[in-house]
């Protein structure tokens, strides 16, 4: 059985920084068919990006990339006041129905 997951990566960055942000973001994201981009609508300058249909090998590669190592992100964390200590990574599995 496969199961369906997501990654979900949030952070909030530094409104002097916004539009360095902006350009390097989409920069990454660009031609990426497995990721959804979204600021807080009530919350101006926090980010998520869900990554869909990702395997448990992905999850813990991009963890390892964007948190531990050096990498083409880090013109992205230096946005983030605190840096990678306040970038947030999780993943979620699909919950299969649960009959009672």
Partial sequence: ??????IFVEYRIDPAKRDIYLKKAAEQLANRQ??????????PNVFVEQWLNSTVEQYEAMKRMRLEEQSEWDELTDCIPGGKSKLHIWEFARVSH???
């Fill in 34 to 43: 497995d990721v959804l981009w979204y600021e807080g609508t009530d919350q």
């Fill in 1 to 6: 059985m496969v199961m369906e997951r997501i």
């Fill in 98 to 100: 649960v009959s009672e």
